[in-house]
């Protein structure tokens, strides 16, 4: 079993930036792929992006290629989001996710965590 828990949301002006951060606990952390996703008002939750268990492969989705990066710590069991030249469409809520593998469904994630607010202003 593994508890996620997402922190470092907030508002920002468009182009500035944010680091989120997902804290897990359990043992079995750095076995895991982890994804970020995000869900907007009315929008169903999409892909960001996702790392492996190593953290030596990453993937992307096109809207957020260039401007986030994920990295994780396996010896402090936290995946990280840093999020640049932010834009008002990146507002959402954020969530990390654990998996088998970087995927870009949500179902194929078996431990998610509560999720935390993003805002960005025009």
């Known amino acids: 079993q593994v508890q996620l828990v997402e922190s470092g949301g907030g508002l920002v002006q468009a182009g500035g930036s944010l680091r989120l951060s997902c804290a897990a606990s359990?043992?079995?952390?750095?076995?895991?792929?982890m994804g970020w996703f995000r869900q907007a008002p009315g929008k169903e939750r999409e892909f960001v992006g996702g790392i492996n268990w190593s953290g030596g492969s990453t993937y992307y989705a096109d809207s957020v290629k260039g401007r986030f990066t994920i990295s994780r710590d396996n010896a402090k069991n936290t995946v990280y989001l840093q999020m640049n030249s932010l834009k008002p469409e990146d507002t959402a809520v954020y969530y990390c996710?654990?998996?088998?593998?970087?995927?870009?469904?949500?179902?194929?994630?078996?431990?998610w965590g509560q999720g935390t607010q993003v805002t960005v202003s025009s």
């Open positions: 996710a654990a998996g088998g593998a970087i995927v870009v469904v949500t179902t194929a994630y078996r431990f």
């Open positions: 359990g043992r079995t952390f750095s076995s895991y792929a």
